[in-house]
């Protein structure tokens, strides 16, 4: 089965710096890879996902950048946060010809 | 397009109460359908799914079934425990091969003793 991972697991960062947030995927090849955001006491909400190395489709348009070097790495980036930016990031994966998605243990930003 | 609308929260139930989280869907077609909870402080886990009309999706204790005539989806479960305690998030898999989940907006569980 498949194992996700976030790093960090919580994150300070103050108004105007840049944001690296990485997620990797054990378990699976050649997954479809997604960005969630989740505001306090809200749903989810969807960022980014990727089919594939180099592929990225945004859903909103925001202060965020995603990217995907490797078959099983997926980065969230900014180069300068907004207050708006705090929130909890959750990392997903789905495997080719299946429908559900697994989560990683999500990483909480605060944007001060 | 399609939809996910979840009773609000937060629902406060005594242990070994009954539980039932009203879900509904808006989809062209026929979609699966998910129920995914969250813990405190945690990512998303998958709980249950259905894939199909008529289908019972299962684990842990709690059920949902997948009614078409209805575009529904409640979760239900018997006898509740402390730590059922989450977030519980319905959710459809979206047209398409990109496998983007529409999710609904969440219900907080609280059990107390």
């Known amino acids: 089965s498949q194992t996700i991972h976030q790093w960090p697991a919580t994150l300070v960062q103050p108004v105007g710096s840049p944001l690296s947030l990485e997620c990797t995927v054990e378990?699976?090849?050649?997954?479809?890879l997604y960005w969630y955001r989740q505001a306090a006491g809200r749903g989810l909400q969807l960022l980014f996902y990727s089919v594939g190395i180099g592929q990225i489709s945004s859903e909103v348009p925001q202060n965020l950048s995603a990217s995907r070097p490797q078959d099983r790495q997926f980065i969230l980036s900014s180069k300068k946060l907004l207050l708006s930016d705090s929130g909890f990031y959750l990392c997903a994966s789905r495997q080719e010809g299946q429908e559900t998605q697994y989560f990683g243990p999500g990483t909480r930003l605060l944007v001060l | 397009g399609n939809s996910v609308t979840q009773m609000e929260g937060p629902v406060t139930l005594s242990e070994e109460a009954f539980l039932t989280i009203n879900c509904t869907y808006t989809a062209t077609g026929y979609p699966s359908l998910f129920w995914y909870v969250q813990y405190p402080g945690e990512g998303l886990q998958l709980l249950l799914k259905?894939?199909?009309?008529?289908d019972k999706g299962s684990n842990k204790g709690f059920e949902a079934t997948y009614r078409k005539e209805t575009t529904s989806f409640h979760l239900e479960k018997g006898s509740v425990q402390v730590s059922d305690s989450a977030v519980y998030f319905c959710a459809l898999h979206g047209s398409g091969n990109t496998g983007k989940l529409i999710f609904g907006q969440g219900t907080t569980l609280q059990v107390k003793p």
């Open positions: 259905a894939t199909k009309a008529d």
């Open positions: 378990g699976t090849s050649n997954p479809n």
